[in-house]
């Protein structure tokens, strides 16, 4: 496609069930990269993959999230008995790669608005 | 643990003004900086990227500095108009290319 899918665009879920974010990146971008933003927290980075191997899951904030990527291309956040602490916006970015990553402009999808209720 | 600071938080000035928007960061040890826009309800749009070894860069009324050494980047806005009335998040890169943001600046340029 022409940029960065993210769907749903919006999801509104109870506390407690599960959860699940679908990023499909821009062709031929081999780093995948999911953010986090909420009030109070401002951006926050949560997991990358280059392919779909995750060199950094750093940012996950607890064990009931979790994320995988398939065939490098589509990835997903899953969260599991949401809280409604987990209310945010999920960011998702791609990019090329360089061994250096100076010129990896990431570019962004418009995000998942996730409301626990 | 980096960490990336904005001032102002927000900004309003007259159309035609020009203006500067602050970061600062507190590793240098970075792989280039960026300058985000973020719409009400949409993703974010890269800017500029300065990598660190550059100095400076520009893009049409936008140029943006880097001084690694003090951890500072600077956003100047020449002629300000009311859509470029958005946030503007500063994002360093470090090890594993992510990205660590600043808390933004809230701009709104009135007629």
């Known amino acids: 496609g022409a940029g960065v899918s993210q769907s749903p665009s919006n999801k509104v879920t109870e506390k407690g069930k599960d959860v699940e974010l679908r990023c499909d990146p821009i062709?031929?971008?081999?780093?995948l990269y999911w953010y986090r933003q909420s009030l109070g927290q401002g951006l926050e980075f949560l997991i990358y993959?280059?392919?779909?191997?995750?060199?950094?899951k750093s940012g996950l904030p607890s064990d009931r999230f979790s994320a995988e990527r398939t065939g490098g291309s589509v990835s997903t956040l899953t969260i599991q008995r949401t809280q409604q602490e987990d209310s945010a916006v999920y960011l998702c970015a791609s990019s090329t790669w360089t061994s250096q990553g100076a010129k990896n402009i990431q570019y962004f999808g418009a995000g998942t608005r996730l409301s626990v209720l | 643990k980096q960490e990336v600071t904005q001032i102002p938080a927000a900004l309003s000035v007259p159309e035609g003004e020009n203006l500067v928007l602050n970061c600062s960061f507190t590793d240098s040890a970075i792989y280039n900086l960026q300058w985000f826009r973020q719409d009400p309800g949409k993703g974010l749009t890269s800017l500029l990227l300065i990598q660190s070894s550059q100095r400076e860069q520009t893009s049409g009324r936008l140029n943006a500095s880097l001084d690694k050494s003090s951890g500072r980047s600077t956003l100047y806005i020449a002629a300000s108009q009311p859509g470029d009335s958005a946030t503007y998040l500063c994002a360093v890169t470090g090890g594993g290319n992510k990205l660590t943001f600043g808390t933004g600046t809230q701009l709104k340029v009135e007629l």
């Open positions: 062709s031929g971008h081999t780093a």
């Open positions: 993959f280059q392919g779909n191997s995750a060199p950094d």
